[in-house]
Each structure stands twice: as C-alpha cells, then as structure tokens.
C-alpha cells in the first residue's frame, strides 16, 4: 500500500520505518528541511533502539522516502497519516495547530478520495473537527466531489522500545464507523495482525478517548504507589514488599507498580494534563485525574526534600553526583524529566552538580548549555570525585550493581539517595553507606 506519513517525530517515524519494513511504500514528510536531510544520509534525529537501521535499510530499498515536499507526499499516498505533535497550550489542554495545519495541507492537494488516519494524541473529537476542516478547504477549492474519512488510530509505543513495540503491538485500535476505511486501514496492518487478532474497532470518539484512558491509568497507577510509599516510610513498611504482595493479584498485575522519583516523558504528564482540561471544557471535574497529577509533582519533589532533610537545610556549596538525566533508561529524552526539577532545586539551594547519564548527556548540555552549577561527566565514576552525596533519579542498568567500595573511596562521605530502590537497604547499611530510598 502506498502510504504519507505527516510528521517525522516518535511516532511518525517510527511508524513509517515499521510500515516499510513490512512491504509498505512510504513516504515521510515535515517541514523541518534538516530532519529530512539527516534522515536520507541514514542518520536518525531520534535516539531509539534499532530505529537508525531500519530507516537505513529501508530508505536504500527504496520503500522508506523522506520529503518536505507537501503536495508531493500527498499526491502518494492512498492513506495519510497524522503523526504531528500535540504540545500542550498555556491551560495545559492539547494544541491542535499542527494537526490542523496538516489537515490543511492534505485537503489542499488531495486529487483523489483518502482515508486520513490520525495517530497524533489529541482530545475526543479531534477527527470531527478535522473532517470539518477538510471540507470546507476541499468546498473553497471546488472539490466537493472528492470523498474522505478521518480515522482514529491511537498509538501506543514506549520510548526506549518504540521499534519492537510497533513490529508487535499488543492492540491496534481503529476508530471509525465506515466498513470501507475499517477494510483499509485492516489490510495496511495485516502484517502485524497474525497469531491472534490485535485489531479492534470502535467509533471515531471512543478510539481518541482510549489513548487518554490507557495513559491516565497507567499514570494513576504509578501516583499510588507513590502515596502508598509516602505512607510506608511514616508507617515503618517497605513499598517494595507491598510492590509483591499486591502485584501477585492478577487483578492488579506487577507492570506499573513501582514507586520512584515520580512519572515524566512526553506522555503522562502532558496527557493527563490535556484530559483535566477536556473534563473542564465539559463541565466535569476531574478529581481523581488532578490528584494524580498533584501526587507526581509532589514525588518529583521527594529526593530533594530528603537530601535536604539529610543536611539540615544547608546545601549551599556541596556538590552532588547525579546518575541518569533522562525520563527512564533507554532514551536520551529529558521532557518532564524528575531529574531536572531535582537539579533545578539544587541550585536554588546553592549546590553544584555532577551528572552522568549513558545517552542524554547532549540533551542535557543543550536544555542547560548557561548552568555553571552544572559539570557532565563523560562516566558514572567521574561524577563521584568530592561529591558530599550520590543521587540515582534514572535506574539504567549501568547503575544496578556499582563498585561501592570505590564510590566510597571517591566521595566525601558515603551517602546515597536512590529514586529507584536499586539496592538492599541492609546490604548498604552492612556495606557503611547512608541510604536513602523510596518508600522503605
Ligand atoms: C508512555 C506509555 O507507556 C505509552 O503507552 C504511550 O504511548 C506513551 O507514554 P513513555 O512515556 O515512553 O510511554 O514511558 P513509560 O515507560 O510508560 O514511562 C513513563 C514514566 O513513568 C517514566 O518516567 C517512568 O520512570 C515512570 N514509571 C513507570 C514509574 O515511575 N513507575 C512505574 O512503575 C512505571
């Protein structure tokens, strides 16, 4: 199937790669000229697993394409794809400019009938308003005749696995009441629909509505195990053993169970965000979704409260060894980041920091390229040299078993802080580190 994809961010490009892998002939396109260029010598503008490979192989098959080019892209596909972000405006709520601009460009060069699927992030009744959109262009240009639908089509990748998480999706939800595009988008999936069927449809409203419900319960579920960890350490409990005791109930399930320095990305804090709005713009109000927003800012807050805790409040001039920048492992993406509103705090405080992070460390040096406080260290090991504490705000697996003789020879005094739980707190306290963790 030929097949445009708008937007070559997380999810269009990755999508578009999937898509070609399997047979589809692509075309991506944005209107960034250096994304495009970077992208046809085979470089990706993203850090993911396995995704610069696959961009390469396909694009030199000739089934991967990359364009700025918009009547271009439109005029190929038999499908286009919305794939364009959907930043949040100053209440919070999603912004739909760069969808609609790509609706705009799409009903301004079609030719033929298209099947418009949406795979952006944006509030329930998004395609209604781009189907309006697109008609009224198609009426100015005297194109009425030209028919089109705009599907649903929510994705659901994880950064750090987004390639893996595309090739084999747990579910492929199609939001649209038109047996026609259900039939379309079907066959452009088949692909990934074997063994057992993933594929389920539902109108247009239900489908955008289901990515926010996936997101803001997967984000509901970490914000109460943070309350439950704040509970644990005034109650005298270990979070990590209620973690078990509750997750062996298949009804609740061990994914999503861990308390930490609270959830970031570019997903959860944005789109529970966006939904609060959405409830507003109804007239709902959306309690439980505000807690947990309340409880995820408060956790972001935890480290630092007890590093501070730890010294009494004076931490001006102490200097601190921080592993891990980015939102989780395997990504260099410090969107929302815990361990920025830790550093940020630092500072006000008057310390300095030491950081270390396997692959955000470019990231980190272009988000804070003023911040003398700030030293990135090219190794975990040099981050320690003098620091007066170790903070862990990201669990790479690069930190899981360190040399705790050496992180000791190396700082003024062995304390840790760990938004991870990485370690045996007895196993520290045998080992003569101060150690400080989540919930225990
Ligand atoms: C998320 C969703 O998982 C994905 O389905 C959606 O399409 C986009 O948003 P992502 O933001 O890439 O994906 O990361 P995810 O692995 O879900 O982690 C989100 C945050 O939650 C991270 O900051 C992580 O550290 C935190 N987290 C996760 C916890 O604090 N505890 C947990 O138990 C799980």
Redesign the pocket.
């Known amino acids: 199937m030929r097949v445009t994809v708008f937007g070559i961010g997380y999810v269009g490009l990755v999508q578009g790669a999937v898509l070609a892998e399997v047979g589809h002939d692509v075309v991506c396109v944005d209107v960034v000229a250096g994304k495009v260029e970077q992208l046809k010598q085979g470089i990706s503008p993203i850090y993911e697993p396995g995704l610069e490979n696959l961009v390469k192989e396909n694009y030199k098959a000739g089934r991967l394409n990359f364009t700025t080019d918009v009547a271009e892209a439109v005029r190929h596909g038999d499908v286009q794809f919305i794939a364009v972000g959907t930043p949040p405006d100053e209440d919070g709520s999603a912004d739909l400019k760069y969808v609609l601009a790509v609706a705009e460009s799409i009903a301004r060069n079609m030719e033929r009938d298209q099947i418009i699927i949406d795979k952006s992030t944006v509030p329930v009744g998004t395609a209604d308003k781009v189907a309006l959109h697109v008609a009224s262009v198609l009426a100015e240009r005297g194109r009425a005749d030209l028919t089109f639908d705009v599907v649903s089509n929510p994705?659901?990748?994880?950064?750090?696995s987004a390639v893996a998480d595309c090739m084999r999706p747990d579910r492929i939800v199609i939001g649209t009441s038109s047996k026609v595009s259900e039939d379309v988008v079907r066959e452009l999936y088949a692909p990934f629909n074997r063994n057992h069927e993933k594929i389920i449809v539902m109108d247009v409203r239900s489908a955008e509505l289901t990515?926010y419900a996936?997101?803001c319960m997967?984000?509901t579920?970490?914000s109460f195990?943070?309350e439950m960890a704040n509970m644990a350490e005034r109650l005298g409990a270990d979070i990590e053993m209620v973690r078990q005791g509750i997750g062996s109930d298949p009804r609740i399930g061990y994914?999503?169970?861990?308390?930490?320095?609270?959830?970031?990305?570019?997903?959860?804090p944005k789109?529970v965000q966006a939904l609060i709005q959405a409830a507003e713009g109804i007239g709902f109000d959306a309690t439980l979704l505000k807690a947990v927003e309340i409880r995820n800012d408060h956790q972001k807050r935890m480290l630092f409260d007890k590093i501070s805790a730890h010294f009494f409040g004076e931490l001006a001039g102490k200097t601190f060894a921080l592993w891990g920048l980015s939102?989780?492992p395997n990504?260099d993406d410090m969107r929302e980041?815990?361990s920025r509103v830790l550093m940020e705090a630092l500072w006000e405080a008057g310390a300095r920091v030491q950081a270390f992070d396997p692959e955000a460390m470019e990231e980190a040096r272009r988000i804070y390229a003023d911040r003398h406080e700030l030293s990135l260290c090219n190794t975990k090991e040099a981050a320690l040299e003098g620091a007066d504490a170790l903070i862990i705000v990201?669990e790479w697996q690069l930190f899981k078993a360190p040399d705790f003789e050496f992180i000791k020879s190396q700082m003024r005094a062995p304390v840790i802080f760990d938004g991870r739980n990485l370690f045996d707190p007895v196993r520290m306290s045998k080992k003569g580190i101060r150690y400080y963790s989540i919930g225990r």
């Open positions: 994705e659901f990748l994880k950064e750090g990515k996936a997101n997967l984000a579920k970490i195990m943070n994914h999503f169970i861990y308390a930490g320095a609270g959830y970031g990305g570019s997903c959860f789109d939102f989780k990504t980041a815990p990201t």
